[in-house]
């Protein structure tokens, strides 16, 4: 079992940044491939970005390449998403998830463990 809890949300303004963390307890966190999906309401999950188990290697849906950036300390089993030039379309609840993949994993299927969410709400 591993637990997750999100934090760091809130509301900002179109242009500004926000810095969500995920920390995990229970099983070794650097054992796991680490994502960040999104949803908005009425809107399907959406894959955000995915960090490999070393931090070596990332991956990003292609609407916050160049916004958006996933890290990872994992002496403090801990995951980030750093989220610069903030858009009102970014609303939505994000929550991070571990996967046992050894492979890019852009899929909530591929995906075991979840947190329970923080609100991201971006005026314009």
């Known amino acids: 079992q591993v637990q997750l809890v999100e934090s760091g949300g809130g509301l900002v303004q179109a242009g500004g940044s926000l810095r969500l963390s995920c920390a995990a307890s229970?099983?070794?966190?650097?054992?796991?491939?680490m994502g960040w999906f999104r949803q908005a309401p009425g809107k399907e999950r959406e894959f955000v970005a995915t960090?490999?188990?070393?931090?070596?290697?990332?991956y990003y849906v292609d609407s916050v390449k160049g916004r958006f950036t996933i890290s990872r300390d994992n002496a403090k089993n801990t995951v980030y998403l750093q989220m610069n030039s903030l858009k009102p379309e970014d609303t939505a609840v994000y929550s991070c998830?571990?996967?046992?993949?050894?492979?890019?994993?852009?899929?909530?299927?591929?995906?075991?463990?979840w947190g329970q969410g923080t609100q991201v709400t971006v005026s314009s």
């Open positions: 998830a571990t996967s046992s993949s050894y492979v890019r994993a852009t899929t909530a299927a591929a995906y075991e463990y």
């Open positions: 960090i490999s188990r070393s931090g070596g290697s990332t």
């Open positions: 229970g099983r070794t966190f650097s054992g796991y491939r």
